[in-house]
């Protein structure tokens, strides 16, 4: 039956986006409908503030985002439905059955419709997946928005999968551990680090444009974390548009890079753009090796089980004395 609600759903399609497009999940009041059931599975807070329950163990599950499917796939789930970056960006191996049901940002509702959910995985920072809130709604379909930035979001959300797929043990291996690999890593950089915090620039380049990053980003918070001065976090402006006067100024003792999209065009790109500034090449970090592109895979997409190589990574780049 809901099968058939799902795709009569799919004719009026137009009209309920138009209903709900612009409005964030915690704005949709008739989802706190689903904490309603009293007999529930298992419910939980997802990160937009929405009440979700499931009434049983789903077994359909789509994934809206290369590494959430990935998250769900490390707490032992096979999910019915992926967006094409599992493929062409984390080079997943899914199962045969397993359909590609668009883009991140360009889903089909329809495929998902077809596929007959009964739970969704969605992010809270992809507009697209905020506008599709209203229609699961109506159709009853389970659906939860997640953030994950760092590490504890990426626990939180292994958590919340390995519940659901009854795999405590995956918890374990792909969480708990690398937990414990991370608080080995600062432990050792807390006890052994210099009184002077290196100070680091970070820039994500992409093949039309290039900033610096603050503490909010990924790769910003796992250098935090390891005991950095990041430059960009002092200097607002550097947020916008890279000052090469400011950059100067600052000498920061590393600069990290990291690219989206095609990674040859924005190192290009950076080349003929900032890096052609005579100055580049006073900069302490370049003229000492310092000047570090890293690994999409580690520091641009989100590492999930590979979290700790992440932060062993730049430690061994930062303290090369105490990570040999």
Known sequence: MRRLAALALAGVLALVLLAGCGQKPAEQGSSSSQSAQAEAFYSFTDDSGREVSLES?????????????????????????????????????V??????????????TEEI??????????????????????MLTQAGIPHAYFKVENF?????????????TGRADLYEENGIAVQAQIDAILEKVQENRP?????????????????????????????KDLGTDNIAARHDSLLEELSMETILAEDPDYIFVTTMGNSQKAIDALKAGIQSNPAWGSLSAVQNGRYVVLPKELFHYKPNARWAESYEYLAKILYPDLFA
């Open 57 to 93: 163990q789903p077994q359909r599950v789509v994934a809206l985002m290369g590494s959430y499917a990935e998250t769900w796939m490390l707490a032992g789930g096979v999910p019915v439905g992926v967006t094409e970056d599992v493929i062409s960006e984390r080079g997943l191996t």
């Open 95 to 108: 199962g045969e059955e397993t359909k590609v049901i668009g883009t991140v940002k360009g889903p089909s």
């Open 113 to 134: 419709l077809n596929l007959d959910p009964d739970f969704i995985l969605l992010s809270t920072d992809v507009a697209e997946h905020v506008e599709l809130d209203g």
């Open 152 to 164: 504890e979001d990426y626990l939180n959300m292994l958590k919340i999968c390995t519940d659901l």
């Open 195 to 223: 009184e002077e915090q290196p100070t680091v620039l970070f820039i994500r380049a992409l093949s039309t444009t290039a900033k610096a990053k603050s503490d909010d980003n990924m790769t910003c918070r796992i250098l």
